[in-house]
């Protein structure tokens, strides 16, 4: 089974403030990566595909590269409304998930 | 609008059944995979199983290859998991979604909550 590591597992940051998630897969997926956010008692959204392609919707402030085995998620400008968790998930080898990076304001 | 809306969930002992839906409007069902995702309460994701869009095919992961079935009614747009056997460690929300060809989930449902306890 691919593993993915994601960190920090949790992180406070100010309003405004630029925001780095890092995914890191156990062998290389090819691009093959994912973003959700899931805000508390909602279901998981997705943000981002094929590790930097932005899913119809989501504002332009996410934005998400990498390659490889080393991925990351970016939010520009953070807004209060991006309080939530954020998985990875891979699809080169069935389906794994980090196990989620928690953001709150500062 | 896609919506995706699960149903079936609740307590149930362990070694017993339950049987979850998950009905789906506002796109042709018939033409997505779909799949089950599940949470367990404050931990993190974990795909359960995917059937492809005409039926033809299933995926599971090992620990619940045999006990749980993933199958659906493109007439009804619905989808279904049959859970046998179940075990503490399935305690979880279970959620549908849809599967994009390559592998993300572009859409979720809501959740159902299992709990299995005695």
């Known amino acids: 089974d691919i593993r993915m590591t994601q960190s920090p597992a949790s992180l406070s940051a100010s309003l405004g403030e630029t925001v780095n998630i890092e995914c890191l897969a156990s062998?290389?997926?090819?691009?093959?990566l994912a973003w959700y956010q899931q805000k508390p008692g909602k279901s998981p959204q997705l943000l981002i595909y094929?590790?930097?392609s932005l899913q119809n919707g989501v504002p332009s402030r996410f934005s998400g590269s990498g390659s490889g085995t080393q991925y990351s998620l970016k939010i520009n400008s953070l807004q209060s409304e991006d309080v939530a968790t954020y998985f990875c998930q891979q699809y080169n080898n069935y389906y794994t998930f980090g196990a989620g990076t928690k953001l709150e304001l500062k | 609008e896609v919506q995706l809306v699960e149903s079936g969930g609740g307590l149930v002992q362990p070694g017993r059944s339950l049987k979850l839906s998950c009905a789906a409007s506002?796109?042709?069902?018939?033409?997505?995979?779909m799949a089950w995702v599940r949470q367990a309460p404050k931990k993190g994701l974990e795909w359960v199983a995917t059937?492809?869009?005409?039926?033809?095919?299933?995926y599971y992961r090992d620990s619940v290859k045999g006990r749980f079935t993933i199958s659906r009614d493109n007439a009804k747009s619905t989808l279904y998991l049959q859970m046998d056997s179940l075990r503490s460690e399935d305690t979880a929300t279970y959620y549908c979604a849809t599967l994009a060809v390559n592998g993300w989930f572009a859409y979720w449902g809501q959740g159902t909550l299992v709990t299995v306890s005695s």
């Open positions: 506002g796109f042709t069902f018939s033409d997505y995979n």
């Open positions: 094929n590790a930097n």
């Open positions: 059937i492809i869009y005409d039926g033809s095919r299933t």
């Open positions: 062998e290389d997926i090819y691009s093959d």
